[in-house]
């Protein structure tokens, strides 16, 4: 079974830092690109920041340049995003997914979608 499963969500005070992990079981995840994408109550699916099979970055959302960063594990088979100087604003549901290409936008993830891991930045 293809599955892919983040970890790492948690209630953390403004300015704080997390790591979340997206780990697959069932296939290895070296030739995928993986795209971060996070959902906020009542809000769309945001695309937020991607790696590629390589190792190259993109961040879709301004508003976390400079704070969010990807980075991957291989041979645990695990994507890092490590989030730094933690806004409100960030709070949201997590979710990774594979994808053949880097994309912002949910709808054209072609690939597994993880579960989900809830960020709760507040005081």
């Known amino acids: 079974q293809l599955q892919l499963v983040e970890s790492g969500g948690d209630l953390v005070q403004p300015g704080g830092s997390l790591r979340l992990s997206c780990t697959a079981s069932?296939?290895?995840?070296?030739?995928?690109?993986i795209a971060w994408f996070r959902q906020a109550p009542g809000k769309e699916r945001e695309g937020v920041i991607c790696i590629s099979s390589s190792g190259d970055i993109t961040t879709y959302a301004d508003s976390v340049q400079g704070r969010f960063t990807l980075s991957r594990d291989n041979a645990k088979n695990t994507v890092y995003l490590q989030m730094n100087s933690l806004k409100p604003e960030d709070t949201a549901i997590y979710y990774c997914?594979?994808?053949?290409?880097?994309?912002?936008?949910?709808?054209?993830?072609?690939?597994?979608w993880g579960q989900g891991t809830q960020v709760t930045v507040s005081s």
């Open positions: 069932g296939f290895t995840l070296d030739y995928y690109y």
């Open positions: 997914a594979t994808n053949p290409w880097c994309t912002d936008s949910y709808k054209k993830i072609l690939g597994t």
